[in-house]
T-cell receptor
Framework: AQSVTQLDSHVSVSEGTPVLLRCNYS??????LFWYVQHPNKGLQLLLK??????LVKGINGFEAEFKKSETSFHLTKPSAHMSDAAEYFC?????????????FGTGTQLKVEL | NAGVMQNPRHLVRRRGQEARLRCSPV?????VYWYRQLPEEGLKFMVY????????ESGMPKERFSAEFPKEGPSILRIQQVVRGDSAAYFC???????????????FGNGTRLTVT
């Protein structure tokens, strides 16, 4: 079984300050981990993915995440928030199974960026 | 290149009616996944299809829900005799292979928002 826990349902930051969105995972096997972003009334866009290569993963729009096996964490960070970053962010875990690949989503973190 | 296309974007049905949600995957993608997002929740897996075959429907309710992905045409998620609890956003995703983890992450559509009145 696999699961993800997003520790904060809402995060509020000021524009230009760092962003930290926390995610812990649980998986019986070596997981693949993703962060997706969802803007209002839109589909999901992949920000970045970890698939057992480099533990520090760089994604789009200046986001990055670090896979820490000892802490079972995959926190998402960005050095400087922009107004356009306001959206909902989902941490996702998956393992490749014989019958394809199912994603397990966290409950999401709503990021608010204030002036 | 067109991404995953879902229609309609919004669908309103009265209790007891049928809802049909369509998903056209990215051209060349033969693997389709349906997910449901309830308010204030993350997406939950419903069903995984590969052209003409249902591979995994472990997340789909046993009654009233069905899905298909015919050889020609879009994938269809069908909900019969809808109830208020079916109100949610339904997302379709596609990939060219089963291995979405390493090389080809899922491409998501913009979703269909179903409202049951």
């Amino acid at each position: 079984a696999q699961s993800v826990t997003q520790l904060d349902s809402h995060v509020s930051v000021s524009e230009g300050t760092p962003v930290l969105l926390r995610c812990n995972y649980s998986s019986s096997y070596s997981p693949s981990l993703f962060w997706y972003v969802q803007h209002p009334n839109k589909g999901l866009q992949l920000l970045l993915k970890y698939t057992s290569a480099a533990t520090l993963v760089k994604g789009i729009n200046g986001f990055e995440a670090e896979f820490k096996k000892s802490e079972t964490s995959f926190h998402l960070t960005k050095p400087s928030a922009h107004m356009s970053d306001a959206a909902e962010y989902f941490c996702v875990v998956t393992i490749l199974t014989g019958g394809g690949n199912k994603l397990t989503f966290g409950t999401g973190t709503q990021l608010k960026v204030e002036l | 290149n067109a991404g995953v296309m879902q229609n309609p974007r919004h669908l309103v049905r009265r209790r007891g009616q049928e809802a049909r949600l369509r998903c056209s995957p990215v051209k060349g993608h033969s693997h389709v996944y349906w997910y449901r997002q309830l308010p204030e929740e993350g997406l939950k897996f419903m069903v995984y299809l590969q052209k003409e075959n249902i591979i995994d429907e472990s997340g789909m309710p046993k009654e009233r829900f069905s899905a298909e992905f015919p050889k020609e045409g879009p994938s269809i998620l069908r909900i019969q005799q809808v109830v208020r609890g079916d109100s949610a956003a339904y997302f379709c995703a596609s990939s060219p292979t089963a291995d979405t983890a390493s090389n080809s992450p899922l491409h998501f559509g913009n979703g269909t928002r179903l409202t049951v009145t």
